[in-house]
T-cell receptor
Framework: GAVVSQHPSWVICKSGTSVKIECRSLDFQATTMFWYRQFPKQSLMLMATSNEGSKATYEQGVEKDKFLINHASLTLSTLTVTSAHPEDSSFYIC????????????FGPGTRLTVT | QKEVEQDPGPLSVPEGAIVSLNCTYSNSAFQYFMWYRQYSRKGPELLMYTYSSGNKEDGRFTAQVDKSSKYISLFIRDSQPSDSATYLCAMSEYTGTASKLTFGTGTRLQVTL
C-alpha cells in the first residue's frame, strides 16, 4: 500500500516552454502532497506543500508564479514549471501523506527535468 | 548549525556486516522520526517510522530513537549488496497538515561482496 506515482519519469524541454509533472496517490487519498527538488548528491529541498482544494504553500525563495501547483483531487497534484530555463533542470519528487493526520510521507519515483 | 546532522559517508562495509547509520538533531520539538532509502535516480522509499524513544524492529532493520540525547539510529543486520543506497533520516514536529519533514543530508552506503 501507500504507492505514489509520477509522470513523466523523464522529460527534456526547450528553454522558454512549460512542463507539467503529475503526482498521483494510487491506493490512498492524500489531502496533502509535497513537492521537492533534489540536486545531484544533495538532500531534498521542499518547494511547496499542496493541499487539496486550496492554494499551495510555497517555501521561502520558491517562485510561485514559476512553479504552479494544482491539487484538484484527493489523488492528484500537478507541478507546472513555466518558462523553463536550464537552471530549472533538476530531479523533482513529490510525496503524499496518508489521510490528514499521519506524519510519514510516501514518495514518488521522481521526474528528471532537463531544459536545453 | 543545521537542524539535522548526518554523516554523508560514503560508508563501505562487507556483505553480512551490521551497519549503523546515525543522525543528531538540535530541535527538541521534533517528535516524529523516519528513515528513507534512496537508490540513485529514484524517489526515497520509507523504511521505518516512529514517534517514541526506544527501538522499533522490522525484519533486518531496527530504528532507535533517543530523544534525551537528540540522536537517532538505523541498524541494518546481515547487510546485502542490494542495501547499497543513500539513507536519509527525516523528522517532523507535528502530525497532520502542518507537518513538514526536515531531512538529513543522507549517508551513502556501499555493501561489497
Amino acid at each position: 500500500g501507500a504507492v505514489v506515482s509520477q509522470h513523466p519519469s523523464w522529460v527534456i524541454c526547450k528553454s522558454g516552454t512549460s512542463v507539467k509533472i503529475e503526482c498521483r496517490s494510487l491506493d490512498f487519498q492524500a489531502t496533502t502532497m509535497f513537492w521537492y527538488r533534489q540536486f545531484p548528491k544533495q538532500s531534498l529541498m521542499l518547494m511547496a506543500t499542496s493541499n487539496e482544494g486550496s492554494k499551495a504553500t510555497y517555501e521561502q525563495g520558491v517562485e510561485k508564479d514559476k512553479f504552479l501547483i494544482n491539487h484538484a483531487s484527493l489523488t492528484l497534484s500537478t507541478l507546472t514549471v513555466t518558462s523553463a530555463h536550464p537552471e530549472d533542470s533538476s530531479f523533482y519528487i513529490c510525496s503524499a501523506r496518508v489521510g490528514g493526520l499521519g506524519y510519514e510521507q510516501y514518495f514518488g519515483p521522481g521526474t528528471r527535468l532537463t531544459v536545453t | 548549525q543545521k537542524e539535522v546532522e548526518q554523516d554523508p559517508g560514503p560508508l563501505s562495509v562487507p556483505e553480512g556486516a551490521i551497519v549503523s547509520l546515525n543522525c543528531t538533531y538540535s530541535n527538541s520539538a521534533f517528535q516524529y522520526f523516519m528513515w528513507y532509502r534512496q537508490y540513485s535516480r529514484k524517489g526515497p522509499e520509507l523504511l521505518m517510522y516512529t514517534y517514541s524513544s526506544g527501538n522499533k524492529e522490522d525484519g533486518r532493520f531496527t530504528a532507535q530513537v533517543d530523544k534525551s540525547s537528540k540522536y537517532i539510529s538505523l541498524f541494518i543486520r546481515d547487510s546485502q549488496p542490494s542495501d547499497s543506497a543513500t539513507y536519509l533520516c527525516a523528522m517532523s514536529e507535528y502530525t497532520g497538515t502542518a507537518s513538514k519533514l526536515t531531512f538529513g543530508t543522507g549517508t551513502r552506503l556501499q555493501v561489497t561482496l
